[in-house]
């Protein structure tokens, strides 16, 4: 069972520019969440993925989009880049919907992160 | 009403002593409470679960204690060894809402 990866691992970009991140699912898991983790504090809720269409959406800018493709990988696009975007930024699959749990353990799977850094 | 509360920041136990780590949440709506352990360089990873229809959930040397009425819970690690060390996270979710609300984390060192 090949667990969540996500590239690249680590980025410098400067004020202004734009960034992709890649994430690709656990096997068998069809949704896709995007966290923003800030230095010392917790994972914050970017957005949900589930059948390429974005489901659901945390206090996040409009410069900050996604897309899931067809065997459930996922990109988190940044635009304009702000110093406040430094962070970790967290993907994770699960078996279905956050917020559809009835069924299953209701658990997210992460990867090991991207690490941006703006200058 | 999203957040939930995590304390303390930071922890140093000695090993084989017991660590506990405490989180409080305001919104009711909330239904499931999972904690995520952390290590440098890594991803949160699921350490165990709880819903609120029980008090108490035990899974090896972990424990997490619920209190429904002071909308609380917390974790408790039984006999805590070096390997215990990482960053251990709360958090919170709800039905037909698609994310988890995370705690701001509680830093665990447990002393050889």
């Known amino acids: 069972e090949t667990g969540v990866t996500q590239s690249p691992t680590h980025l410098i970009k400067t004020r202004g520019q734009q960034v992709t991140l890649r994430c690709s699912s656990q096997s068998g898991h069809n949704t896709v969440s995007w966290y923003q983790q800030a230095l010392g504090q917790g994972p914050q809720f970017i957005f949900q993925?589930?059948?390429?269409?974005?489901?659901g959406r945390g206090n996040f800018p409009p410069r900050f989009s996604g897309l899931q493709f067809p065997n459930y990988s996922s990109e988190l696009n940044v635009n304009a880049l702000e110093l406040d975007d430094s962070a970790l930024y967290l993907c994770a699959s699960s078996l279905e919907p956050v917020g559809f749990w009835q069924r299953n353990t209701g658990e997210l799977f992460f990867g090991e992160g991207s690490r941006l850094t703006v200058l | 009403q999203q957040q939930v509360k995590q304390s303390p920041q930071s922890l140093i136990v000695q090993k084989g002593g017991i660590s506990i780590i405490n989180c409080a949440y305001e919104n009711t709506a909330f239904d499931y409470f999972p904690w995520y352990q952390q290590f440098p360089g890594k991803g949160p990873a699921l350490l165990i679960a709880?819903?609120?229809?029980?008090s108490e959930k035990k899974e090896g040397r972990f424990t997490i204690s619920f209190n429904k009425s002071a909308k609380q819970f917390s974790l408790h690690i039984m006999d805590s060894q070096p390997g215990d060390s990482a960053t251990y996270f709360c958090?919170?979710?709800?039905?037909?809402?698609?994310?988890?609300?995370f705690g701001p984390g509680t830093r665990l060192s447990v002393l050889p």
């Open positions: 993925y589930y059948r390429e269409e974005e489901n």
């Open positions: 709880i819903r609120p229809d029980v």
């Open positions: 958090a919170a979710s709800m039905k037909r809402r698609q994310n988890f609300v």
